[in-house]
Each structure stands twice: as structure tokens, then as C-alpha cells.
């Protein structure tokens, strides 16, 4: 709220035509002016909350705010939120409106199927009756991101395969709230991976063992082989897509840490794996961990999240040309490194031009380095 009240009108008037919260900076006079919350409201229904109480049963300036911000049925009066015209005007702009209508409304079949149409959330608002009707639910899981409709609705209709179907194809994470009986259909899982491979996660055992399931999985999500079986989990060529194929550098880090202990000390395998992400080295078998080529190639990788070098033997964290090349990639490697490195000043120097707080994890001697510090200082 602004330190100084504004009790001009025309200022007031100003100010709520660019912003309608300017409102809350008004005079409590200018707060009850019809002119100016009307102005307010129509810029941000929201406004609507620093309005007189007289205002905010005004039925034409409440009209003004539901079409303008879904917040304004909330702040409207208890009469006018029972009013049915003014209820459907709100959840036909936004379906979230019905969060704040009349209990009453909440039962009517017209007003609850306006909103889910333009809301599919809305169905947690609606009457428990009308939760059971079909039209309704499959309104709401047709309208957006069907993730977590369906928990709104029956059990019944979380049995019912075109209603869970539409869920799924909005949002493949909806599958969570199908019956027992529908996680096991092929058809409706394989939908669900190929839009959110962790979806997975929801499948019966019997589909986490499913070859070419698990691959349309793996293939959206690398990670989602955490939910495969085990036996899948040891398969080379699952995991090889999976840590291939990841959408982001981390996730492939992750993917690989699900493989099975086998692939794991499998040498292509983790190249591949610690090429994506650096990360992925921490999951890999010791003697990976000691491989000089296998350390490298993960202390280079572009995106690392985190210090890959943490993860190698310690022969190879004393290994002056493994050290080197990580605190280039990531000065904070530096901490990571044997006492003896991170006294070695041309070491200490690449990772302080690369970013100078590396500089906390040198040795006391060159933390004092006038040369070190006019690094910093540049």
C-alpha cells in the first residue's frame, strides 16, 4: 500500500485504469465512489476485495469484476454469489470461480458443467452427486491437464475406460487414479508413458515388465526406468536409451543410477551415461570409479550439476590432469581434490579464474597468494 492516500478522484481514476489493485491506495470515500471501482474492477476483478461492502453487493459492478478475474466472485457478497446469473457469468470466464459460489449452486448441473468445461479442477468444487455424473466428469477430464480430475470423482468413473481415457490424454499422470483394473490395460498405460513416462510409476507389475512399454516410457522420461522391473532393469538396451534419451542432463544421471549393479561396471554404458551428466559417475561400480578415461570424460561434461569428481577413487582426486580438467569445467571441483592439489598453485589459479570463491577450498598458504588474489580482485 502506497504511504500517502489518494483522495483525488481523478487521480484515483488514473491510477486504477493502469492497475486496479491501486484501489487498496484509495480513500475509504473513493473506495465506496461507483465511478472508481468500477473502473478498478473492469482493469482486475481482483479490485473488487478493497471496495466498500456497499460496492461489493453492487450486482452491476460484480458483473464488471467475475468477467475480468475469477477472484472477484470471492469477494463479492453472499447474496450475489447465490446469484445464479452472476455465478454462471464468473465460471464461464473461469471454471475456478465455483470454488467461491453459493453451496446451492454448487448442485446446479448447468453452473457445474460451465465450469469444468473451462476449468477441469473445478470438479473438487462440485456437489458429491454430481461428481458420479458422467457428463459431467467427462467435461472436466476433456477440459485440461486431466492429472488429478479424476481424484474428484467416483469410483465408478474411475473405472469407466472413456472417462479415464480422456483423462490420460490430457495428462498422462491421471492413470494414478484409474481402478486396479485399468492400470493393467495396456492400451490406456501405454497412452499414459508416451505422455509422462513416469506414469509408469502407476502400471500394474505385470505392464513394469513389459518390454516395449517400459521403452516408450524410458523413452519420454529416461528416469522412468526406476519403475521398471527388475529384469528390465538389466536390460542393455532399456537402459542405454534410457540414459541417452534423457530430457535434461540430470535426469540421465538419474536414469542410471536404477540400472541394475551389472550395467553398472558395464564400461559403454557409463561413458555414455557420465558424457550426458557427470553425475552419473556416482553410481557407477568402483572400479569404474578408477578408470582415469571414465573420470575424465564425466569431470568434462557440459551441464554437470553437481562436482563429479566427488564421486571418482581418490587415486584419480590426486591425478593433477583429472583435477585440472574439473575445476576448468566446475571451480567448485577444487573441494573435492587431495590436499596435495589444492596446494598446487597453477591448479588453485584455474579454478580461481574460472570462478573465485573456488579460493575457500585452497590451502591456507595460497589463500594469502598475492598473485592468486589479484585474480580475485581483477
Known amino acids: 500500500m502506497a504511504e500517502t492516500i489518494i483522495t483525488d478522484k481523478t487521480e484515483a481514476l488514473a491510477a486504477v485504469q493502469n492497475n486496479g489493485t491501486a484501489l487498496q491506495d484509495a480513500s ?22 478493497h471496495a466498500s461492502d456497499e460496492l ?93 480430475t479424476l481424484m474428484h470423482t467416483s469410483e465408478e468413473l474411475q473405472a469407466d475406460r472413456e472417462v479415464v481415457m480422456a483423462a490420460v ?17 495396456r492400451e490406456l498405460v501405454m497412452a499414459a508413458v508416451q505422455i509422462n513416462g513416469h506414469a509408469l510409476n502407476y502400471a500394474s507389475d505385470e505392464l513394469k515388465a513389459d518390454w516395449e512399454l517400459v521403452m516408450a516410457a524410458v523413452q519420454n522420461n529416461g528416469d522412468a526406468l526406476e519403475y521398471a522391473s527388475d529384469e528390465l532393469k538389466a536390460d542393455r538396451e532399456l537402459v542405454l536409451v534410457a540414459i541417452g534419451k534423457s530430457t ?16 553398472q561396471a558395464d564400461r559403454e554404458l557409463i561413458m555414455t551415461a557420465v558424457k550426458n551428466s557427470g553425475d552419473a559417475l556416482e553410481h557407477a561400480s568402483d572400479e569404474l570409479k578408477a578408470d582415469k578415461e571414465v573420470v575424465m570424460a564425466a569431470v568434462k561434461a557440459v551441464g554437470t550439476n553437481y562436482y563429479a569428481l566427488e564421486y571418482a577413487s581418490d587415486e584419480l582426486k590426486a591425478d593433477r590432469e583429472v583435477v585440472m580438467a574439473a575445476v576448468q569445467n566446475r571451480a567448485g571441483a577444487l573441494g573435492c581434490a587431495s590436499d596435495e592439489l589444492k596446494a598446487d598453485k597453477d591448479v588453485v589459479m584455474a579454478a580461481v579464474k574460472n570462478n573465485g570463491r573456488a579460493l575457500e577450498h585452497a590451502s591456507d598458504e595460497l589463500k594469502a597468494d598475492p598473485e592468486i588474489l589479484a585474480l580475485i580482485d581483477d
Do not use: P
Not at 117 to 138: C, F, H, P, Q, T
Open 28 to 49: 475509504e470515500e473513493l473506495k465506496a465512489d461507483r465511478e472508481v471501482v468500477m473502473a478498478a474492477v473492469e482493469t482486475d476483478g481482483y479490485a473488487l476485495q
Open 169 to 185: 490424454l490430457q495428462g498422462g499422470f491421471a492413470i494414478q487414479f484409474a481402478s486396479d483394473e485399468l492400470k493393467a490395460d
Open 248 to 263: 535434461s542432463r540430470l535426469e540421465s544421471g538419474k536414469a542410471f543410477q536404477y540400472a541394475s549393479e551389472e550395467l
Open 56 to 148: 461489493k453487493a453492487d450486482r452491476e459492478v460484480v458483473m464488471a469484476a467475475v468477467k475480468s478475474n475469477h477472484h472477484g466472485l470471492e469477494c463479492a457478497s453472499f447474496e450475489l454469489r447465490a446469484d445464479k446469473e452472476v455465478v454462471m457469468t464468473a465460471v464461464e470466464s473461469d471454471g475456478r470461480a465455483l470454488e467461491w459460489a453459493d453451496e446451492e449452486l454448487k448442485k446446479d448441473r448447468e453452473v457445474c458443467l460451465t465450469a469444468v468445461k473451462n476449468y477441469g479442477d473445478a470438479l473438487e468444487d462440485v456437489y458429491w452427486e454430481l461428481k458420479s455424473d458422467r457428463e459431467i466428469v467427462m467435461a472436466a477430464c476433456k477440459a485440461d491437464y486431466g492429472d488429478s
